[in-house]
């Protein structure tokens, strides 16, 4: 294989590696943001109610 067939192969090859970074990259943020959106939702969804009867009283058993 000569010079100029091997420069072609290595820069097609730096182009797929790249594209495929580019498309992991915003993979990985389009799952950073759903995650954080996820996590706001649940935060916002349950209310912090206290148990009514939670720390009233106190058992002694013995």
């Known amino acids: 294989m000569d010079i100029a067939a091997m420069s072609i192969l290595m820069a097609n090859q730096n182009v797929r590696i790249n594209a495929q970074t580019a498309?992991?990259?915003?993979?990985?943020?389009?799952?950073q943001q759903q995650g954080n959106q996820i996590v706001e939702m649940l935060q916002q969804s349950a209310p912090k109610v206290e148990h009514p009867s939670l720390?009233?009283?106190v058992d002694f058993y013995g």
Do not use: D, Y
């Not at 498309?23 to 799952?31: E, G, M, N, S, Y």
């Open 55 to 57: 720390g009233k009283t």
């Open 23 to 31: 498309v992991l990259t915003h993979a990985k943020q389009h799952a």
